[in-house]
Structures are given as structure tokens and as C-alpha cells.
């Protein structure tokens, strides 16, 4: 049993073997290859184009090239092209406003090989000469606009960038996609100081006079709470010896309870003054009164006489 086992094994392994070694034979003398997705292969042999295979799947070579595909993978040279979208980002390329004022543009695009033979063969760097062209169309056509449109049209900018790098970088077999301004900025570092001075002091005006409004807001309004309430006062003012002078009247009538109120008034008045209140028995109080006037009188000093 164990011998058996080992003996499939030994033969899978032999078959995988022996497929790998055939089909690495195939691809040697060029029988077929395989293109992935976003994938271009252009083969070339003594100098001359065989042909450019672009779409994703096997491909058999002799069919399309006949018996050079034979030749082209030793002797020849096969150029592998990336076609997916790719993207670069270009930061403080320089320009200058209307005004003169020193400005740094950041940009943004995409691109991707839309032409791979004349991507291999029409330029030697065409990445860095499409690099090299959305700066220079971007210093061509942002130079000398006015400082507040170029802060603010981003759109208009890049749209003027993009018509001016698309038909060149065809030629080198980029298609320019998307092209997005996405930034602006002073490059002058005193500007910037100066700028953000300006900026501080406007804003410390304007909190300054937010507040001064909502002070003078809040004076408004409590001199119409004040006033309102005087008004309100006053009219209480006017009424209340009406009021208390009917109620008076209405007591009047009743003498007891007139008479009760006003003990109760003026015992009150005694008990809120907290004055010292002596009390004395009504048979001493006539005699009391008698001897206190008499000894005030005996107390009183004898007028001076005159010198003769």
C-alpha cells in the first residue's frame, strides 16, 4: 500500500513537472503567451514590429506572426506596457499673478498608455516629459491672471491646463484624463506674514465691533426694560392711594374695626422700631407723671446773673 501511494505521488509530481517543462517550452519558442488585464506585450524582431497584443487572455503566436514568433523570444525583444490609470501629483509648480505676486500651483492628473507603440518607441522618458509638459502648460496658461481668479476659478484653470497638455502627450501615446488644481499658495514667505497680520487685525475689528453691537443691543434693551418698568411703577404709584383710600373708606364705616386696624397699624409700627416700651400700672401713672415733672424742674440750672 505505501509502495502504491508513493508511486502516485511520484507520478503527479512527475506530470506536474513535465507540464511546467511543456509549457515553458512552448513560450520559449513562442508558441503562445498570456496577456493579463490593462496589459499590452509588442514584440519586436531585428528591429522591425511584430505586432501588439493587447487583449487579456492566451494568445497563440504562430497564427499572427507565423514562423518568426519562432525567433522573437530569443532574438528578439518583447516591451511589456502597464495600461491601467496612473496618477502624479505636481506640487508649487511657480507662477506669478497679474499683481506680481509670487504663487505656488499644486497639480493634479491622470493618465494612462492609450498608445503602446508610441509610447516604447516616440520618447525615451515619456512619464517625465508628460511631467514636464503639465508644469510648463501650467506656468503658460495660469501666469499673469488676476491674483482673486486664480484663488477662486480652480475649474477654469484646470480645464485651460488639460486642453493645453492632451494633444501633445497623444503623440508620446498618453491619454491625459483627469487634470484638478488643488492648490494655490504664496510662495513669499513675508506676503505670507503680512497677509496673516492683515487677516488678524480684520478679524480682531470685526469681534470688536460684534461686540461693541451686542453691548449696545443689550443697553437697548434694558433701557426699554427700564423705561417699561418706570412706566409700569408710576402707574402703580398713581393707583395705590385710590386703592388704599377706597379701602380706607370701605373701613370707616365700621368703627370697631376701624379702631381695630389702626392698633394693629401702629402696634406693628412700635414692634418693627424695636424702641424699649416701659409699662406701668394705671394707678401709678397719674403720680408718676407728677413726680417726673418735678424733679425735671429741680433739675433745670438757675440762670446766671449778670456782673455788676
Known sequence: ????????GLMMFSLFAAEALGLA?????GFYTTVTEREAKIY????????VIS????????PKFGWQALLAPAFGQI???????DQEYQRSTPVNSEEGAPMGIG?????????????????????????ANVGNAAVKCLSNMPL???LESRHKMSLAVRQEVSPLSLEWGYQLGSVYIRKVHFRDVGMIRQIE??????LRQVTSAIKQDGVNQVNLIASAAEREAAVAFAQAAVMRPKIVGEALQAIAKDGEVAEALFTILETEKIIESQASITLLPSALRHDLMGQLQASTAAVKPAPKSSPT
Open 197 to 202: 497680520e492683515k487677516v488678524v487685525n480684520r
Open 79 to 85: 516591451y511589456r506596457c502597464d495600461l491601467r490609470l
Open 55 to 62: 487583449d487579456p487572455g492566451l494568445h497563440f503566436l504562430w
Open 107 to 131: 497639480v493634479w492628473y491622470e493618465m494612462y498608455i492609450s498608445d503602446p507603440l508610441s509610447h516604447i518607441f516616440k520618447n525615451t522618458d515619456p512619464r517625465g516629459s508628460l511631467r
Open 25 to 29: 517550452t512552448l513560450r520559449l519558442i
Open 1 to 8: 500500500m505505501n509502495e502504491f501511494v508513493i508511486a502516485i
Open 148 to 150: 482673486a481668479e486664480m
Open 44 to 51: 519586436v524582431l531585428f528591429g522591425n514590429v511584430l505586432g
